[in-house]
């Protein structure tokens, strides 16, 4: 158990250590200032400081300490659906939880997460447990209700026994690596290295979707579309503020008119 514990700890600070090294804009690295909230992200604060990443930035006229926007008005993004939530816990109005894991800090409705969250420690999100194996895993039980399981083996038995070989001093170097979670920029999905999808590294008409970088891996799952140019999946993931409905400045002026 000793070592099964250390091992999460690491994970856990493998896991926020993409997030301090890239921008939450663009996901890439460079000069960039870290949200002293609760989102804890880092940004290209100043236009120079975005120009070779193509960033469109914070736009600040120059580097300080901040609050970035979700954390000044309380309203953050649910990494499922991408709208706004608060998550003021203060006069009951909050309607978002943030993952209670060291490190992740990610948002969510509690309606997007997918049912077997329940199954987590916490407030944990999905991103901490592989999607290909709980999909596995998940097949495994259904055709064993119905008597055609072949006793294929999940990734976390696998895990569990390279963590017992370890300790038994039988490891061949290979188990920790290959079970280290990957995470997606975009969405809560995770995957252990040996369990990644072998297109996303490109090649034969496909793009790259996986980097390694000097902050971590970088790396966007098949849901999402990547601009060819850039070394990212679309940037349009960002929304600090609710965007009012279309006609709804008009029809503001016009109530204004009418007092």
């Not at 399981?149 to 895990?159: F, I, Q």
């Not at 970088?218 to 140019?229: A, G, I």
């Not at 709804?248 to 109530?255: F, I, L, P």
Request: charged share 30%; aromatic share 6%.
């Amino acid at each position: 158990m000793a070592g099964t514990k250390a091992a999460m700890e690491d994970y856990s600070v493998r896991m926020g250590f993409v997030d301090d090294y890239i921008c939450a804009i663009c996901d890439e690295g460079g000069d960039l200032i870290c949200c002293d909230g609760d989102c804890g992200r880092s940004f290209h604060p100043t236009k120079p400081t975005g120009e070779a990443s193509h960033c469109d930035t914070l736009g600040l006229s120059e580097e300080q300490l901040f609050l970035c926007e979700n954390c000044e008005s309380k309203k953050h993004q649910c990494f499922v659906c991408g709208e706004l939530g608060s998550s003021d816990q203060g006069g009951g109005g909050q309607v978002i939880i943030q993952c209670n894991k060291r490190g992740c800090k990610r948002f969510y409705h509690p309606e997007c997460l997918p049912l077997d969250i329940n199954n987590l420690p916490g407030d944990s999100c999905p991103m901490h447990e592989c999607y290909s194996c709980k999909k596995k895993h998940a097949t495994s039980k259904g055709n064993k209700t119905t008597g055609k399981t072949k006793g294929k083996e999940t990734c976390r038995k696998k895990h569990a026994t390279s963590e017992g070989n370890k300790t038994r001093g039988k490891s061949k170097g290979r188990g920790t690596w290959e079970m280290d979670l990957v995470l997606c920029r975009r969405c809560p999905k995770a995957f252990h290295r040996k369990c990644l999808p072998r297109k996303i590294y490109g090649g034969e008409g496909e793009i790259q979707r996986i980097w390694e970088t000097a902050g971590g891996t970088v790396f966007y799952c098949r849901d999402h579309e990547m601009v060819e140019n850039l070394r990212s999946a679309k940037r349009n993931r960002i929304k600090f503020r609710e965007e009012k409905p279309k006609g709804a400045a008009e029809n503001q002026s016009v109530e204004d008119g009418n007092k």
